[in-house]
Protein backbone atom coordinates (compact mmCIF):
# COMPACT_ATOMS: atom_id res chain seq x y z
CA UNK A 1 0.00 0.00 0.00
CA UNK A 2 1.46 3.36 -0.81
CA UNK A 3 1.78 6.28 1.66
CA UNK A 4 -0.88 8.33 0.26
CA UNK A 5 -3.38 5.30 0.18
CA UNK A 6 -2.47 4.52 3.81
CA UNK A 7 -2.61 8.11 4.86
CA UNK A 8 -6.18 8.53 3.55
CA UNK A 9 -7.14 4.86 4.90
CA UNK A 10 -6.40 6.04 8.66
CA UNK A 11 -7.73 9.45 8.30
CA UNK A 12 -10.83 7.34 6.81
CA UNK A 13 -10.61 5.09 10.45
CA UNK A 14 -10.28 7.93 12.44
CA UNK A 15 -13.35 9.50 10.79
CA UNK A 16 -15.15 5.91 11.52
CA UNK A 17 -14.41 6.04 15.12
CA UNK A 18 -15.71 9.44 15.89
CA UNK A 19 -18.58 8.56 14.07
CA UNK A 20 -19.10 5.40 16.48
CA UNK A 21 -18.36 7.47 19.18
CA UNK A 22 -21.39 9.65 18.29
CA UNK A 23 -19.63 13.09 16.81
CA UNK A 24 -22.22 14.55 14.42
CA UNK A 25 -19.55 16.20 12.28
CA UNK A 26 -18.01 13.17 11.78
CA UNK A 27 -21.52 11.28 10.07
CA UNK A 28 -21.54 14.27 8.27
CA UNK A 29 -18.28 14.03 6.89
CA UNK A 30 -19.00 10.41 5.94
CA UNK A 31 -22.67 11.66 4.43
CA UNK A 32 -21.03 14.63 2.57
CA UNK A 33 -18.02 12.52 0.78
CA UNK A 34 -20.07 10.09 -0.47
CA UNK A 35 -23.92 10.87 -0.88
CA UNK A 36 -23.44 12.37 -4.61
CA UNK A 37 -21.27 9.42 -5.63
CA UNK A 38 -24.35 6.72 -4.30
CA UNK A 39 -26.24 8.56 -6.13
CA UNK A 40 -24.75 8.66 -9.18
CA UNK A 41 -24.22 4.63 -9.08
CA UNK A 42 -27.86 4.01 -7.68
CA UNK A 43 -29.04 6.03 -10.73
CA UNK A 44 -27.41 3.69 -13.01
CA UNK A 45 -29.10 0.52 -11.31
CA UNK A 46 -32.57 2.36 -11.56
CA UNK A 47 -33.52 5.51 -12.94
CA UNK A 48 -36.17 6.68 -10.34
CA UNK A 49 -34.35 9.67 -8.80
CA UNK A 50 -36.63 8.99 -5.49
CA UNK A 51 -36.30 5.31 -4.82
CA UNK A 52 -32.58 5.85 -4.88
CA UNK A 53 -32.77 8.68 -2.84
CA UNK A 54 -34.96 6.85 -0.51
CA UNK A 55 -32.28 3.88 -0.34
CA UNK A 56 -29.66 5.91 0.23
CA UNK A 57 -31.26 7.24 3.18
CA UNK A 58 -31.98 4.04 4.63
CA UNK A 59 -28.44 3.32 3.96
CA UNK A 60 -27.60 5.60 6.12
CA UNK A 61 -30.04 5.89 8.93
CA UNK A 62 -29.12 1.83 9.28
CA UNK A 63 -25.52 2.48 9.52
CA UNK A 64 -26.12 5.18 12.24
CA UNK A 65 -28.46 3.00 14.40
CA UNK A 66 -26.36 0.29 14.35
CA UNK A 67 -23.05 1.60 14.33
CA UNK A 68 -21.79 0.00 17.73
CA UNK A 69 -22.46 -2.73 15.92
CA UNK A 70 -20.45 -2.19 12.30
CA UNK A 71 -16.59 -3.07 12.71
CA UNK A 72 -14.47 -0.28 11.33
CA UNK A 73 -14.91 -0.20 7.49
CA UNK A 74 -11.59 -1.09 5.77
CA UNK A 75 -13.10 1.60 2.49
CA UNK A 76 -15.78 3.65 3.85
CA UNK A 77 -16.50 4.13 -0.07
CA UNK A 78 -16.38 0.40 -1.05
CA UNK A 79 -18.56 -0.32 2.23
CA UNK A 80 -21.54 2.08 1.13
CA UNK A 81 -21.80 1.09 -2.56
CA UNK A 82 -22.01 -2.82 -1.59
CA UNK A 83 -24.43 -1.24 1.39
CA UNK A 84 -26.39 0.56 -1.55
CA UNK A 85 -26.81 -2.30 -4.09
CA UNK A 86 -28.08 -4.69 -1.53
CA UNK A 87 -30.79 -2.37 -0.01
CA UNK A 88 -31.62 -1.59 -3.98
CA UNK A 89 -31.83 -5.07 -4.46
CA UNK A 90 -33.78 -6.05 -1.71
CA UNK A 91 -36.17 -3.08 -2.29
CA UNK A 92 -36.70 -4.01 -5.66
CA UNK A 93 -38.00 -7.80 -4.76
CA UNK A 94 -40.49 -6.44 -2.14
CA UNK A 95 -41.88 -4.05 -4.62
CA UNK A 96 -42.47 -6.83 -7.59
CA UNK A 97 -43.71 -8.73 -4.35
CA UNK A 98 -41.93 -12.05 -5.41
CA UNK A 99 -40.44 -14.53 -3.48
CA UNK A 100 -37.48 -14.42 -5.64
CA UNK A 101 -35.99 -12.00 -7.94
CA UNK A 102 -32.82 -12.85 -10.65
CA UNK A 103 -29.94 -12.45 -9.76
CA UNK A 104 -27.97 -9.02 -9.46
CA UNK A 105 -26.68 -9.17 -12.88
CA UNK A 106 -29.46 -8.79 -14.63
CA UNK A 107 -30.65 -5.82 -12.89
CA UNK A 108 -30.25 -3.07 -15.71
CA UNK A 109 -27.10 -0.28 -15.65
CA UNK A 110 -28.04 3.08 -17.09
CA UNK A 111 -24.71 4.79 -18.65
CA UNK A 112 -24.62 8.43 -19.66
CA UNK A 113 -21.45 9.52 -20.45
CA UNK A 114 -19.94 13.06 -19.99
CA UNK A 115 -16.07 14.11 -21.88
CA UNK A 116 -15.16 17.20 -20.31
CA UNK A 117 -11.76 17.49 -21.80
CA UNK A 118 -10.21 21.25 -22.31
CA UNK A 119 -7.70 20.18 -24.58
CA UNK A 120 -9.31 18.27 -27.96
CA UNK A 121 -11.40 20.08 -30.28
CA UNK A 122 -15.34 20.26 -29.46
CA UNK A 123 -15.64 18.32 -32.95
CA UNK A 124 -13.82 15.68 -31.58
CA UNK A 125 -14.89 15.65 -28.09
CA UNK A 126 -18.68 15.04 -30.17
CA UNK A 127 -16.98 12.20 -32.18
CA UNK A 128 -15.13 9.97 -29.43
CA UNK A 129 -18.09 10.65 -26.92
CA UNK A 130 -20.79 9.45 -29.08
CA UNK A 131 -18.79 6.65 -29.93
CA UNK A 132 -17.83 5.48 -26.55
CA UNK A 133 -21.57 5.55 -25.75
CA UNK A 134 -22.09 3.74 -29.09
CA UNK A 135 -19.38 1.16 -27.91
CA UNK A 136 -20.07 0.47 -24.27
CA UNK A 137 -24.09 0.37 -24.61
CA UNK A 138 -23.26 -2.67 -27.07
CA UNK A 139 -21.55 -3.98 -23.65
CA UNK A 140 -23.59 -6.49 -21.29
CA UNK A 141 -25.13 -4.48 -18.33
CA UNK A 142 -22.99 -6.64 -16.05
CA UNK A 143 -19.79 -5.24 -17.99
CA UNK A 144 -21.16 -1.84 -17.86
CA UNK A 145 -21.43 -1.66 -14.34
CA UNK A 146 -18.10 -3.70 -13.52
CA UNK A 147 -15.75 -1.54 -15.66
CA UNK A 148 -17.81 1.83 -14.12
CA UNK A 149 -17.02 0.65 -10.69
CA UNK A 150 -13.34 -0.11 -11.88
CA UNK A 151 -12.36 2.98 -13.83
CA UNK A 152 -14.64 5.66 -12.45
CA UNK A 153 -15.61 5.11 -8.77
CA UNK A 154 -11.37 3.11 -8.85
CA UNK A 155 -12.55 -0.10 -6.49
CA UNK A 156 -10.70 -3.30 -7.28
CA UNK A 157 -11.15 -6.55 -8.54
CA UNK A 158 -11.84 -7.98 -4.92
CA UNK A 159 -14.25 -5.04 -3.88
CA UNK A 160 -16.06 -5.00 -7.20
CA UNK A 161 -16.88 -9.38 -6.77
CA UNK A 162 -18.34 -8.11 -3.41
CA UNK A 163 -20.32 -4.97 -4.14
CA UNK A 164 -21.80 -6.89 -7.70
CA UNK A 165 -21.90 -10.66 -5.83
CA UNK A 166 -20.22 -12.51 -8.54
CA UNK A 167 -16.69 -14.25 -8.99
CA UNK A 168 -13.50 -12.67 -8.57
CA UNK A 169 -11.83 -14.71 -11.60
CA UNK A 170 -15.15 -13.78 -13.25
CA UNK A 171 -14.95 -9.52 -12.60
CA UNK A 172 -11.40 -10.00 -14.37
CA UNK A 173 -12.86 -11.98 -17.14
CA UNK A 174 -15.43 -9.47 -17.76
CA UNK A 175 -13.18 -6.56 -17.69
CA UNK A 176 -10.70 -8.45 -19.93
CA UNK A 177 -13.46 -9.40 -22.39
CA UNK A 178 -14.55 -5.64 -22.15
CA UNK A 179 -11.82 -3.95 -22.78
CA UNK A 180 -10.68 -6.27 -25.53
CA UNK A 181 -14.10 -5.18 -27.36
CA UNK A 182 -13.37 -2.12 -26.66
CA UNK A 183 -9.64 -1.65 -28.03
CA UNK A 184 -10.53 -3.28 -30.96
CA UNK A 185 -13.64 -1.11 -31.84
CA UNK A 186 -12.03 2.11 -31.19
CA UNK A 187 -8.79 0.80 -32.78
CA UNK A 188 -10.86 0.44 -35.96
CA UNK A 189 -12.27 4.04 -35.43
CA UNK A 190 -8.71 5.61 -35.16
CA UNK A 191 -8.50 5.77 -31.17
CA UNK A 192 -5.46 4.32 -30.27
CA UNK A 193 -4.87 1.68 -27.17
CA UNK A 194 -3.89 3.91 -25.11
CA UNK A 195 -6.79 6.09 -25.82
CA UNK A 196 -9.44 3.17 -24.40
CA UNK A 197 -8.42 3.90 -20.68
CA UNK A 198 -8.43 7.50 -20.65
CA UNK A 199 -12.00 7.54 -22.33
CA UNK A 200 -13.32 5.13 -19.87
CA UNK A 201 -12.68 7.06 -17.10
CA UNK A 202 -14.51 9.74 -18.60
CA UNK A 203 -18.41 8.51 -18.01
CA UNK A 204 -19.78 9.60 -15.17
Request: net charge positive; charged share 30%; proline share 2%.
Amino acid sequence: MSIIKKTIQEESERVWIKFVNGDKGAFTTIYNSNADSLFSYGMKLNSNKNFVKDCIQDVFLDIYEHRKQIATPRNIKFYLFKALKRNMFRELKKERKKSSLPEQENLPFFTEYNIETKTINKEVEKYQKNLVARIIKELTPKQQEILYLRFTKGFNYNEISEIIDINHNSVRKQVYRAIKKMRKDLILNNITNSGVYSLLVMFN
